[in-house]
Every structure is written in structure tokens, then in C-alpha cells.
């Protein structure tokens, strides 16, 4: 079982920036692929950054060069950078986790980014 716990988030204004982190303490961090997904009302949940367990990142193409994925696999902590953000960055951002041998996706709870304009 992997239990994620996030924080971070809030109120920024356009061109802010914002950190998030998730945190799993269980012993599978270190070998389980993570990401961050987003929703907004209406709208499916999308995939904007994931990181390999070793270290390999990818970006859905609206955040490359504004957000940054990262790990610590020590303290079990993946974060998301996200510089100059938009209000289109406004979302319910969601940490997930894919077991290395299930193949399994756990979520996080959920942390609300607000971006006005």
C-alpha cells in the first residue's frame, strides 16, 4: 500500500510561483515512478510531469520550461517546481504513484492551485 500526502499549494498571482510536495513514506518510493497530474472542473485529469525512478522527467508541453519535477528518494519527498504561472494553471494538482511491480496507481488527496490574473 502507498499513501501519499501533499502540501503545498494556495493563492498566487499571475507570473508567481508555488511548490509542491508529496510525500510517501513507505518503502517502495524509491523504485515507483511518480507524477503530478491536474484537474479542473469538467475536464478529464492530465499527466503534467512524471519522474522515473531514476531520475528520467517528462513534461506535457504547456509546462516545459515553467515547471520543475524532482526527487528525493532518501525522505521519499517528489516535488513540483512551478514558476511563472498562469491562470490557466488553476487546478486541483494530484501526486501519483505507480508500483514498480503491480503496475498499480495511488493518488494523493488532492492540494488546490489558484493562479489570478
Known amino acids: 500500500q502507498v499513501l501519499l500526502v501533499e502540501s503545498g499549494g494556495g493563492l498566487v498571482q499571475a507570473g508567481g510561483s508555488l511548490s509542491l510536495f508529496c510525500e510517501d513514506p513507505g518503502s517502495s518510493f524509491s523504485r515507483n515512478t511518480m507524477a503530478w497530474y491536474r484537474q479542473v472542473p469538467g475536464k478529464q485529469r492530465e499527466m503534467i510531469a512524471q519522474?522515473?525512478?531514476?531520475?528520467?522527467?517528462n513534461y506535457k508541453d504547456s509546462v516545459k520550461g515553467r515547471f520543475t519535477i524532482s526527487r528525493d528518494n532518501a525522505k521519499g519527498i517528489v516535488s513540483l517546481q512551478m514558476n511563472s504561472l498562469k491562470p490557466e494553471d488553476t487546478a486541483v494538482y494530484y501526486c501519483n504513484a505507480v508500483d514498480f511491480w503491480s503496475a498499480t496507481q495511488f493518488w494523493g488527496q488532492g492540494t488546490q492551485v489558484t493562479v489570478s490574473s
Open positions: 519522474i522515473t525512478n531514476v531520475g528520467k522527467a
